[in-house]
C-alpha cells in the first residue's frame, strides 16, 4: 500500500498541470494569427509533459524504488493518466460549454432587442419559437417517440439558454420579463410532450 501512496502527489500534479494546460491553451488561442495560435497550443501540451519527463528522471536518480523496466513507468503512468483525464475533461465541458453558447445566440439577439426594439423583439421570438415547433411537427406522424425526443432535446436546450441568460444578464431589469417568456415556451412544450405521450399510451 505504501509503495502506491508514493504516487498520489504525482497524480494531483498530473491533475492540476492538466487543468493550467487548459487555461493557458484557451489565453494562447484568443490572441495572434491562427498559425501563431496552434503553435503556442503545441507548445503549451509540450510544456505540460515535462513534469512528467522530470519526474522519470528523478525516479532514475534513486528517488523510486524500481527493479524493472514496469516499476520505472510507475511514475509516468501516475502523471500521465490523471493528467490526461483533466485534459479530457476540461475539454468536454469546455465543448458542452461552446455548445450551450451557440444555442444562446438567436436569444442573446433577441435579449438585445428588447431593449432597443420590444416590437421586433416580440416577432423575433415568435419567429424563433415558430421554428422550434415546426422542427416537432415535422417528425410527428411518422414517430411519436421521435417526436418525444425532439421536444427533449428542445427542452434542454431551452433550459440551457435560459440558465446562460439568468448568468449573463442577472441585474438586468429585462431579465424577467426574458425568462417569463422562455418558462411559458418550455412549459408550453412540457405539455405538448406529456400530452402525446398520453395519447400514444
Request: glycine share 6%.
Amino acid at each position: 500500500m505504501s509503495h502506491f501512496v508514493q504516487y498520489i502527489p504525482i497524480g494531483v500534479l498530473g491533475v492540476c498541470c492538466g487543468f493550467l494546460v487548459h487555461r493557458l491553451s484557451l489565453f494562447a488561442l484568443a490572441r495572434g494569427s491562427l498559425k501563431r495560435r496552434h503553435v503556442a497550443s503545441y507548445f503549451i501540451e509540450g510544456v505540460g509533459a515535462v513534469p512528467g519527463i522530470l519526474i522519470v528522471i528523478q525516479r532514475d536518480s534513486g528517488d523510486f524504488p524500481s527493479s524493472n523496466l514496469l516499476t520505472m513507468l510507475w511514475p509516468m503512468a501516475a502523471y500521465i493518466l490523471p493528467y490526461a483525464a483533466a485534459r479530457i475533461g476540461t475539454q468536454v465541458v469546455s465543448a458542452r460549454r461552446g455548445h450551450r453558447r451557440e444555442n444562446a445566440l438567436p436569444f442573446e439577439h433577441w435579449f438585445a432587442l428588447l431593449r432597443s426594439d420590444p416590437e421586433a423583439a416580440g416577432a423575433y421570438i415568435t419567429n424563433l419559437f415558430k421554428h422550434l415547433e415546426s422542427q416537432r411537427r415535422r417528425v410527428r406522424q411518422p414517430n411519436i417517440g421521435q417526436v418525444h425526443a425532439v421536444s427533449t432535446e428542445q427542452l434542454v436546450e431551452l433550459r440551457g439558454v435560459r440558465g446562460a441568460l439568468l448568468e449573463a444578464h442577472a441585474s438586468d431589469p429585462l431579465l424577467r420579463e426574458a425568462l417569463k417568456t422562455l418558462d411559458a415556451q418550455i412549459d408550453r412544450i412540457t405539455a405538448e410532450s406529456a400530452q402525446l405521450a398520453a395519447h400514444s399510451s
